[in-house]
């Protein structure tokens, strides 16, 4: 595990998944304990996909691959490239297990840095190939609601119309219910959830921020740059994950070819694909 802090904050990363397990601060726990009753993990990270696949495999270069939902760096070690009290770059470098799911040589970096009340996540996807690479990445902190959900809402800086995407399974579907109706708040109910999550394609706000009705506890997220907003929790579960997105699942018809993944990036050789996203708290 590794431990960041500053006179305001400290965070816990654990090496694998370079996953957020804890951020305290004032003596609160802001983060999901990731308690296996109903869900042991905290803050996995999505790269090279956002979200399932069809049939949970996609062809590349006339060859077929499977890989997991969310990809693979969710199960990945990382190493500590650098660091300081306050900060850590933390590195995921292709190998022979990752190479069997993603036909790949590249460099995924995340860097965690604290000031004030806030932590900087900003992940990093290089190239190191000789041949296009094609990915895509995304948040998926969850973020503790002791008192159930009901008791939160997310309110965002500007008024928005919000329609959430369907699912089935892990593919999204073309079916849209109205969350948001020309307001700046979204009300949490956890009858919302007993599907998955809520996929949101048209979010004008560039942060989100949960608000504790009753413990008036706020965690704040900064996403600009990111292209989708997702909201999940298991059902009745006391947490919400309030997750960036630079890409999204397939769509009942898509056709396998991981190019045409929605929000996919295509990186030439030695070219990044960096974005940042701050996590504010108190």
Request: proline share 3%; aromatic share 14%.
């Amino acid at each position: 595990m590794i431990t960041i802090k500053n006179s305001d904050m400290t965070v816990k990363i654990a090496e694998l998944g370079a996953e957020i397990k804890s951020i305290s601060c004032g003596g609160v726990e802001y983060m999901w304990s990731s308690d296996p009753k109903f869900w042991a993990m905290s803050a996995p990270i999505m790269f090279p996909m956002c979200g399932g696949l069809k049939g949970g495999r996609y062809e590349l270069f006339g060859e077929s691959y499977e890989m997991l939902k969310h990809g693979f760096a969710k199960i990945s070690t990382f190493e500590v490239e650098k660091s300081t009290d306050s900060s850590v770059t933390m590195l995921l470098r292709d190998n022979e297990e990752t190479r069997k799911m993603y036909p790949y040589s590249f460099a995924f970096r995340v860097s965690f840095s604290l000031s004030g009340k806030s932590l900087s996540v900003t992940y990093d996807a290089e190239n190191l190939d000789t041949k296009t690479m094609y990915c895509t990445f995304g948040a998926h902190e969850a973020y503790a609601c002791p008192e159930g959900i009901e008791d939160y809402e997310i309110v965002f800086p500007e008024k928005e119309t919000l329609y959430a995407y369907g699912l089935n399974g892990d593919i999204l579907t073309d079916y849209t219910k109205l969350m948001v109706d020309n307001s700046d708040r979204l009300v949490l109910k956890d009858k919302d959830f007993f599907l998955d999550a809520l996929v949101f394609k048209d979010v004008k706000s560039k942060s989100a921020t949960l608000v504790g009705k009753t413990s008036g506890r706020r965690v704040k997220v900064d996403f600009d740059g990111f292209d989708y907003l997702v909201l999940w929790h298991k059902y009745t579960a006391p947490y919400l994950c309030i997750e960036p997105w630079c890409g999204l699942s397939d769509v009942t018809g898509s056709s396998y070819d991981f190019r045409e993944k929605e929000g996919m990036r295509a990186l030439e050789p030695k070219e990044h694909f960096t974005r940042t996203h701050t996590i504010t708290v108190g």
